[in-house]
Structures are given as C-alpha cells and as structure tokens.
C-alpha cells in the first residue's frame, strides 16, 4: 500500500475540500471563538470548576472510560483558551461531516447551520464546565461521524460503531445526536426511489451501528471496571445503567414524552421570549409549508412509505430525542444534557433548502426561514452573553465575600493556620440583597444561573486556596453532623453579623446562613 506524505494528503485535501465543508469549518469556528471569548480569555471557574484546576478525567465510576484520553490532549489542567479552540476545531469538524451527511450544498444554510451549532445556550453551559470542553465537542464530533461513516461508506456501520463508542464513553448525553441523525438517515431513504429490499438494507446499516456501538461501550466498560478494581458510582443514578433502569414502560414512556414537550415549550431555553419563540413557530410553519406543497407537487402521497413515516416519525422522535431517559430514567437532565434539541431547527433549515426549489412562493419562504433563522441565532447569542455575564458577576461577588470572610478568619483571636474549621458552606441569602437580575434568562442554565459560586464548605476552600493563596482545613460534611444540633451553633447569627465566627472545644465554627 502507497502511504502518502503529509505534503501530499494536504494536496489532496486542497483538490478535494468542498466548498461548503471550507465554509462549514471557517464559520463555525470564527463564529464559535467570537462568541465564546468571554470564557475563553478569561479564568472563571463555577462550582465544579474548582474542584478541577487540575484534574485527571477519569470518569469511569459515570461509565465514561475515554474521557481522560479526550481531555489529556489539552492536558488535565483547566487551560480555557486551549480547551476552547480545540473544541471549536472538534465543532467546525462536525459541522463539515453534518453538512455532507443532511447534503446541505447552499452557502446560506450551511452558515445558518453553523450558527446554531455554536449559539445554542447548551453549548453555553458546557463552556461553564470548560475542564471538559474539549472532550465534549470530540464525543460530539464522533457521534456525527458515527453516522456520515454508516451512509458513505461500504462497511461504514462497522467504524461508525467505533466511533458511537468511544462518543458515548466520553459523554453518554451525546448519544441522541447519533440517534436522530440516523432516523434522518432513515426517513432519507425512505423517501428515495428503489427497489424495497435495498433500502431495507441501507436502513439497517443505522441499526447495526447503534448496536455495535452501544454493546462496543458496554463491553469495555465492564473490562474498564474490573481493571481498576470499581464500580459504577451512583452520580446520576449511574448504578442503575440499563434499560428502564427498572422503572415500568409505560411510566418511562410517559416521563419521556413529559419531558419533551415541557423543555421544547417551557424549558426556557428554546423559547425564552417572544422573539425566539416566533422564530422557531415560523420555522415549524414554513417547514409544514413546504411539506404540503411538496406533497401536491410529487406522488409522495401514493407510497405506502409515507403514511408509515407520518405515523412513527411524530412518536419515534421524543423518544430518540430522550433516549437517556429510558436507559437511566432517574437521572437528572440538566442542560449540558440537551444539545440534541439544536438538530431540530437546523433540520427545518435543510428540509427547506432541499425541497423548497422550484415550488411556488419558493422566494418568499426561503427569505421567510433565513429571517426566522437569524433571529433564533441572534437570541442564543444574547442569552450566551446575559449568562455569561451573570458567572462573571458570581466570581466577582464570590471574591469580595471571600476576602472579607478570610480576613475575619485570620483576625479571630486563637485562629491558627491548620485549625480545624466547621461550615455549611452556602451563603445566606437574608444576609446579603439578591443581584440576579439575569435569574429569568439563565434558570435552566446549568453552571450559569445563581449568585454564589459556594455550595460547600469545599468550595471555600478551593476557592481561597486557588484565588486568595490561603490554605484552609474545612472539616469533610460527615464529621460535622454534630454541630448542625449543637445549641451554640445554632445561637450563633449568620456571617458577617458579629458572633458568626467562634471558637469551640478548638474548632472554628462559622455560621454562613441562619437556616435550622
């Protein structure tokens, strides 16, 4: 076999790069490395952050086996601006692969595409959580490639697998996007034109990739485990891995089906206001637009394929969208979660721009979409920036408490360095006026929402530890449980009030809120 030189494969890249792979890749990471500036230039740590100013990745107690080799490229320390440009480049890649698996052709969609590839507010919340950024954007890069892998080539399904595996081993939430894509895949064929056992073939490429990939995972999951001598933790109810995770059907189902709608219409992300709102119901309209004129234009109506599709597309898609939910039922699904939810949008974007041509009104509903397109873009661009705004304030705040804090530490008389120290850790809110004004916007944005980036007493320590130089031995939560009733304790007000801080039997007691 004639290995190439890398001289000659950037030859070949050059004389074979199409032109919207070129504009898929530059604008998603121009746009991408604009937008997310705010956290890339700047050290902002959230509460999880703190915990990981350096830290080795390995997840494999949450099943997520390749996280430390996706993560060790950029190495294990919290580096934003590395972490942030290798995951625009992983996200410009998997906007290539997308592009050419929806077979998007048109500068304008594929910009569009871009666009809300880079803007939606989940993308947003994993910024908030950089010390994983990079690795999340390879699980997602490898979950779109699981999928242009099994439609392009002969026996795709078999790396596609590959790729779905080590996706999933290093975030299991990225799984949907495989999912989705491949029903895609799927109604794509089905609306071809052949002969029936051929597209049942093509079709079943979709399944044996899904399977391969998931039952690759698990395996070596399982060896994983025995080979660090543990266990799946119970984070996230991960010790209940598998399908249902005990849970009835039905109840699954109905959960799944619950949760679908109320984050598609109140989760405050895709619809947090009128404008966004109007854009996506315009999308929606000038998609089913479209559909109908199809309809009238072509004999669609006449295969019995197309009354299969309008039946199991409606009930297949929460599902698949959801589909953490029926292997881990329990789990909380947070917003890092629901990056899944971008596909819909950009799958309306590429439905019109294939369909639309040479129907009548096709001007009008491609300016239609571009402008309701634009709009949505625009939104998440805004709710990005108000929620990265709100964590920059919580840093601030959360400094300037904390100096104040460890000033009155080290001022207590009998404090010495190494002494022992009892706190709940969170802040009280009756001692200080609320300052979120953002709390409308960034509710559900996981690692952005809040005031206080202290939630425990190892939060304060971290923090004076990494950005006040100060060491600090905060007693673990379960030596503590006697305190919590010990009538002192509980006379003692809430910092800064004075008595907040004191010393008992040679610990440090210090009263963050006056809640029993």
Same mark, same amino acid.
């Not at 998603?28 to 952050?49: E, K, Q, S, Y």
């Given at each position: 076999?004639?290995?190439?030189?890398?001289?000659?494969?950037?030859?070949?890249?050059?004389?074979?790069?199409?032109?919207?792979?070129?504009?898929?890749?530059?604008?998603?990471?121009?746009?991408?490395?604009?937008?997310?500036?705010?956290?890339?230039?700047?050290?902002?740590?959230?509460?999880?952050?703190?915990?990981?100013?350096?830290?080795?990745?390995?997840?494999?107690?949450?099943?997520?086996?390749?996280?430390?080799?996706?993560?060790?490229?950029?190495?294990?320390?919290?580096?934003?601006?590395?972490?942030?440009?290798?995951?625009?480049?992983?996200?410009?890649?998997?906007?290539?692969?997308?592009?050419?698996?929806?077979?998007?052709?048109?500068?304008?969609?594929?910009?569009?595409?871009?666009?809300?590839?880079?803007?939606?507010?989940?993308?947003?919340?994993?910024?908030?959580?950089?010390?994983?950024?990079?690795?999340?954007?390879?699980?997602?890069?490898?979950?779109?490639?699981?999928?242009?892998?099994?439609? +392009?080539?002969? *026996?795709?399904? !078999?790396?596609? =697998?590959?790729? #779905?595996?080590?996706?999933?081993?290093?975030?299991? %939430?990225? &799984?949907?996007?495989?999912?989705?894509?491949?029903?895609?895949?799927?109604?794509?064929?089905?609306?071809?034109?052949?002969?029936?056992?051929?597209?049942?073939?093509?079709?079943?490429?979709?399944?044996?990739?899904?399977?391969?990939?998931?039952?690759?995972?698990?395996?070596?999951?399982?060896?994983?485990?025995?080979?660090?001598?543990?266990?799946?933790?119970?984070?996230?109810?991960?010790?209940?891995?598998?399908?249902?995770?005990?849970?009835?059907?039905?109840?699954?189902?109905?959960?799944?089906?619950?949760?679908?709608?109320?984050?598609?219409?109140?989760? +405050?992300?895709? *619809?947090?206001? !009128?404008?966004? =709102?109007?854009? #996506?119901?315009?999308?929606?309209?000038?998609?089913? %637009?479209? &559909?109908?004129?199809?309809?009238?234009?072509?004999?669609?109506?006449?295969?019995?394929?197309?009354?299969?599709?309008?039946?199991?597309?409606?009930?297949?898609?929460?599902?698949?969208?959801?589909?953490?939910?029926?292997?881990?039922?329990?789990?909380?699904?947070?917003?890092?979660?629901?990056?899944?939810?971008?596909?819909?949008?950009?799958?309306?974007?590429?439905?019109?721009?294939?369909?639309?041509?040479?129907?009548?009104?096709?001007?009008?509903?491609?300016?239609?979409?571009?402008?309701?397109?634009?709009?949505?873009?625009?939104?998440?661009?805004?709710?990005?920036?108000?929620?990265?705004?709100?964590?920059?304030?919580?840093?601030?705040?959360?400094?300037?408490?904390?100096?104040?804090?460890?000033?009155?530490?080290?001022?207590?008389?009998?404090?010495?360095?190494?002494?022992?120290?009892?706190?709940?850790?969170?802040?009280?809110?009756?001692?200080?006026?609320?300052?979120?004004?953002?709390?409308?916007?960034?509710?559900?944005?996981?690692?952005?929402?809040?005031?206080?980036?202290?939630?425990?007493?190892?939060?304060?320590?971290?923090?004076?530890?990494?950005?006040?130089?100060?060491?600090?031995?905060?007693?673990?939560?379960?030596?503590?449980?006697?305190?919590?009733?010990?009538?002192?304790?509980?006379?003692?007000?809430?910092?800064?009030?004075?008595?907040?801080?004191?010393?008992?039997?040679?610990?440090?007691?210090?009263?963050?809120?006056?809640?029993?």
């Amino acid at each position: 076999m004639y290995m190439k030189s890398p001289s000659e494969i950037l030859v070949y890249l050059k004389q074979n790069m199409k032109k919207e792979w070129k504009i898929a890749f530059i604008s998603t990471f121009l746009i991408g490395v604009l937008l997310h500036a705010p956290m890339m230039i700047r050290d902002i740590p959230n509460h999880d952050g703190l915990d990981s100013m350096h830290f080795s990745q390995n997840m494999i107690v949450s099943g997520r086996w390749f996280l430390s080799v996706a993560c060790g490229i950029s190495s294990y320390y919290t580096l934003p601006w590395l972490i942030g440009i290798l995951a625009m480049i992983y996200l410009g890649l998997a906007s290539v692969f997308l592009v050419d698996f929806l077979e998007v052709k048109d500068t304008m969609s594929v910009v569009l595409i871009s666009g809300l590839l880079v803007s939606f507010p989940a993308l947003a919340s994993t910024f908030a959580y950089v010390f994983t950024m990079d690795g999340y954007m390879m699980a997602v890069l490898l979950a779109v490639l699981a999928v242009w892998l099994t439609k +392009n080539k002969r *026996m795709g399904f !078999v790396p596609g =697998a590959v790729c #779905l595996a080590l996706s999933i081993a290093i975030y299991q %939430a990225y &799984l949907p996007i495989a999912v989705i894509l491949s029903i895609y895949g799927v109604l794509m064929i089905a609306m071809d034109k052949g002969e029936v056992k051929e597209k049942l073939l093509n079709m079943l490429r979709y399944l044996y990739m899904g399977l391969l990939g998931c039952i690759g995972y698990y395996v070596i999951l399982q060896i994983m485990l025995k080979l660090q001598h543990t266990e799946i933790g119970t984070y996230q109810e991960g010790s209940s891995l598998g399908l249902l995770g005990g849970m009835g059907l039905l109840e699954c189902i109905k959960n799944i089906y619950v949760d679908f709608f109320a984050f598609t219409i109140n989760g +405050n992300v895709l *619809m947090n206001n !009128v404008f966004s =709102a109007t854009a #996506l119901v315009g999308l929606g309209l000038v998609t089913f %637009a479209t &559909l109908i004129r199809l309809i009238a234009y072509t004999d669609w109506w006449k295969s019995p394929w197309f009354y299969v599709i309008a039946i199991l597309l409606p009930i297949s898609l929460p599902v698949a969208t959801n589909i953490m939910l029926l292997i881990l039922p329990g789990v909380t699904y947070h917003l890092l979660m629901r990056y899944q939810w971008v596909l819909y949008p950009i799958l309306m974007i590429v439905f019109v721009a294939k369909h639309n041509k040479g129907l009548l009104g096709e001007k009008r509903r491609e300016w239609f979409i571009v402008l309701c397109a634009i709009e949505l873009i625009w939104n998440f661009v805004v709710t990005d920036q108000i929620a990265y705004s709100n964590l920059q304030k919580k840093y601030e705040k959360t400094y300037a408490y904390c100096v104040r804090l460890l000033d009155r530490i080290e001022q207590t008389e009998g404090y010495y360095k190494g002494m022992p120290i009892a706190m709940i850790g969170v802040v009280g809110d009756d001692s200080y006026p609320e300052t979120d004004i953002t709390e409308k916007v960034t509710d559900n944005l996981i690692g952005m929402n809040g005031e206080w980036l202290l939630y425990t007493g190892n939060n304060y320590e971290l923090f004076m530890k990494h950005y006040l130089g100060a060491t600090l031995n905060i007693l673990p939560p379960d030596s503590m449980e006697e305190m919590y009733y010990d009538e002192r304790y509980r006379a003692m007000e809430s910092f800064p009030a004075q008595g907040s801080i004191q010393i008992i039997d040679g610990v440090m007691y210090i009263k963050t809120e006056n809640k029993e």
